[in-house]
């Protein structure tokens, strides 16, 4: 489930088609095949997406996944009203997702203020008996809140798949960083286990990530090397880790993705999971889920990713995170340089 806490916009919907404008604001990609749930009354309101089952998971028990993972978390957050915004040209599973939805509303106390089916050229109202009403042919490309978002950078991907794709390997990238591997020997050589070697290149990990967020300028090969082979150590992650606070989130969000670009697979988990924690605190929900996926493709024991998980699953926002990573805790003090 994509899930993102509620931004700092100001859009007031008066029309259908201003509903269907804010979903791609809000997500930071155009939905396809999929339900979003938009949030009212909570004290920290929220949007969700979900992708729309296929026709063959639409059981008793598909339904009541859905159900749970989309109005759990509005439950226990206090959420009043809902939207539901179905985005799909296949009525028919979106009308049962909907029939689930609204009775699992309307058993919790939550309203629902409307709900509409669009599949990109026309949208229909969904009545209160779950008919759908006249279809209206809608265009929201050049809707204010669209073109407003596109100017601010907020919907950077076509799509999820975009999204996705953007946080895949280039050769051409990682391929000096490769070299570097193999040159500087971190191919061969053990990641740093003793405290002291981890207090080492931890006070180097952080002191690196700090330099690219305040400046802007991405490490060079040879220190992108360096520093994928530290960041193997789950404790001189969280040294990375230990430089993101929600002022500098949209930098760490910019860095770990472009690491992430120039990251052999195998190494992927650390920053993966360090880019879905800065997207978590950025308030890009969408982002961080995938950075959660790239995360586990190369280690899908990451307790971190699931940490962050269970975060985004259950909206968490990021203003509820208050606390520092004292990464250092318990360790030595450093003596020397790392190699």
Known sequence: MTTTPDAPLHLTARSPEDLL?????????WPDDSVV????????????????????????CGLLEVEECLLGPAERHG????????????????????????????ARGIGVVVAIVADGADYSVVGADGALGPRTSYDVTAHPFVVQALVEGRIAHRTRADMVASLETEPAL???????????????TDP????????????WVEATVRLATETGELPGARRLARLLWALQVPRIRDAAW?????????????????????????????????LGLAAWQAGDGALAWAAVDRCRRADPDCRLADFLATLLEEAVPPDAWTGTVDWASGLPPAAGDPR
Not at 54 to 59: K, S
Not at 174 to 188: F, K, N, R
Not at 193 to 200: D, Q
């Open 79 to 106: 959420v009043q009203a809902v939207v539901l915004l179905y985005f799909t040209d296949d009525p028919g599973r979106a009308g049962l997702v909907h029939a689930a939805l609204r009775e699992g509303c309307r």
């Open 21 to 29: 404008a804010m979903a791609p604001v809000v997500l930071g990609f």
């Open 192 to 203: 740093p286990l003793g405290a002291r070697a981890v207090r080492r290149h931890g006070n």
């Open 242 to 274: 230990s430089a993101l606070d929600r002022a500098t989130a949209p930098r760490h969000v910019w860095l770990w993705t472009e690491v992430l670009r120039r990251t052999p697979d195998d190494l992927a988990a650390a920053p993966g999971v360090l």
């Open 37 to 60: 749930m938009m949030t009212f009354g909570a004290l920290r309101p929220f949007h969700a997406r979900l992708p729309l089952p296929p026709a063959d998971e639409l059981d008793a």
């Open 174 to 188: 990682a391929a000096p960083v490769l070299e570097q591997l193999h040159e500087g020997g971190w191919e061969d």
